[in-house]
């Protein structure tokens, strides 16, 4: 039990650290290129632990290890020499978005090396089970007994993979090539839906693994990168896909606090190192998104205020009136990662899991 929890949070303050470094790190570049004075970059929060000064900023490790920051001279107040309210509109927007962007990028890395470090690979035959009668499914001629070889010329592997290309096509057409149980092969098109009726699924199949294996496998980093890359663009449009279902299906999503968080990457570690850089750079994606939300007291929402001030014309919301607004923004976001880690924490009091 103890081991358990210390490799939980072990793993969560390591893979937290290393996105919130990345972040910051992209504000704290994008600033110095910009010449907007970085009064302080800070790994952890207060009370601070240890610091040194080179030039005119103070770079920090603080006691707290749950975040960061890089403190930027007169963020809404233009009337500091050498702020980030004094330049102009264009860098700011680069200044603000680039913590974000970092969050993109990094998880090409995490990606890639996951490919790369030796991983188990589970290789199954995938089985239709059972067809719903009218669905997408039927219509296209799937019966049970066929076996699913290749969804849009993508070989399948496991039934994960099965899943992970029907919700990347949701709405889309997609060319399924099947197996016959006399060996001989049929390709099918079928169009997932959005809103399928209840315990139906996109296309209206139950599926079942057969002659299951597990392999060790790794990439060579020629095709580990290029993988990285696809893959992050892929989970891009599962994130939008999840987000449209949720006004098409009318349902609320699964939200999870930093406790919920911690929980899942201690479930990670366990499985191994590719399963965490694989979850880390999930969570860096989602950090990314979530940070560029039109909210106070996030990036998106400062980038909001440099929006209006371009309607404007250039007339600003005063210093005063914004921060005020940041202040009660970070309040309100407070409030709501209490109310989710209370939830957490009834949830993991209860035995029930995040995890399907």
Not at 25 to 30: K, Q
Request: proline letters at 6%; hydrophobic letters at 50%.
């Amino acid at each position: 039990m103890l081991e358990t929890i210390a490799l939980t949070a072990v793993s969560f303050v390591g893979v937290l650290l290393v996105l919130v470094f990345a972040h910051e790190l992209g504000h704290f570049i994008t600033a110095k290129l910009s010449g907007v004075k970085v009064e302080e970059f800070g790994i952890g929060f207060p009370p601070r632990l240890l610091s040194f000064k080179r030039g005119e900023t103070v770079y920090s490790l603080n006691a707290i290890l749950l975040g960061g920051f890089t403190k930027l001279l007169g963020e809404e107040d233009p009337t500091f020499p050498g702020s980030l309210a004094s330049k102009s509109i264009a860098t700011r927007v680069l200044v603000l978005g680039a913590g974000s962007m970092m969050n993109i990028l990094l998880p090409i890395l995490l990606f890639s090396i996951a490919f790369m470090v030796p991983h188990d690979m589970l290789l199954e035959k995938v089985v239709v089970e059972e067809v719903a009668p009218s669905s997408p499914a039927q219509s296209a001629g799937i019966e049970p007994g066929d076996t699913i070889l290749e969804i849009n010329g993508r070989t399948i592997e496991n039934r994960g993979t099965v899943g992970y290309l029907i919700q990347l096509n949701l709405g889309s057409e997609v060319n399924i090539l099947l197996q016959k149980p006399d060996l001989s092969q049929n390709e099918v098109n079928v169009k997932p839906r959005w809103n399928p009726p209840q315990e139906q699924g996109a296309i209206g199949v139950t599926i079942t693994g057969a002659d299951s294996t597990v392999v060790r496998e790794s990439y060579p980093i020629w095709k580990a990168v290029p993988s990285s890359v696809i893959h992050c663009w892929e989970i891009l449009i599962l994130f939008r896909n999840e987000v449209a279902s949720w006004f098409i299906r009318g349902t609320a999503p699964e939200l999870a606090g930093p406790i919920g968080i911690a929980e899942l990457t201690g479930q990670m570690a366990k499985a191994g190192l590719s399963p965490l850089l694989e979850f880390a750079a999930l969570i860096s994606i989602n950090l990314a998104i979530i940070n560029l939300f039109p909210f106070p007291g996030l990036d998106g929402g400062r980038l909001v205020f440099v929006a209006l001030e371009w309607v404007r014309r250039g007339k600003r919301i005063s210093a005063k009136k914004e921060g005020l607004v940041h202040l009660v923004g970070l309040i309100v976001l407070l409030v709501l990662i209490a109310a989710i880690s209370y939830y957490d924490i009834t949830r993991i009091i209860q035995g029930e899991s995040l995890l399907p």
